[in-house]
């Protein structure tokens, strides 16, 4: 089984940058797709970004587009999350999230959280205005 670890969450000024980070472990190899989710209080669990393995294709949500910057680093089994920019709005628990072969949708860029079946146990973000 797989396990995934994140860090890197904390408490910003709006307009500030954050690194999240989430460590794989485990059967990595039957990855195809890692990405991140966020819920914020009251709020359903929404998609954020996600990268493909193979292709190395990336695709974000309108929200953060041109702020957020999602990476890999395939020696380290290391998914991150490079966000700028940041508003409050942008406040909520993220997600770092797997999707296996095994699992797989059809979509190469998967979007909705059933795509996904290995979930890690979030980090907290804040932006403070």
């Known amino acids: 089984q797989m396990q995934l670890v994140e860090s890197g969450g904390g408490l910003v000024e709006a307009g500030g940058s954050l690194r999240l980070a989430c460590a794989a472990s485990g059967r990595t190899f039957s990855t195809y797709a890692m990405g991140w989710f966020r819920q914020a209080p009251g709020k359903e669990r929404e998609f954020v970004s996600t990268l493909n393995i193979s292709t190395g294709k990336t695709h974000y949500a309108d929200s953060v587009k041109g702020r957020f910057t999602i990476s890999r680093d395939s020696a380290k089994q290391s998914l991150y999350l490079q966000m700028n920019s940041l508003k409050p709005e942008d406040t909520a628990v993220y997600y770092c999230?797997?999707?296996?072969?095994?699992?797989?949708?059809?979509?190469?860029?998967?979007?909705?959280?059933?795509?996904?079946?290995?979930w890690g146990q979030g980090t907290q973000v804040t932006v403070s205005s």
């Open positions: 999230v797997v999707a296996t072969i095994a699992h797989y949708s059809g979509n190469s860029l998967p979007t909705n959280s059933r795509e996904y079946d290995i």
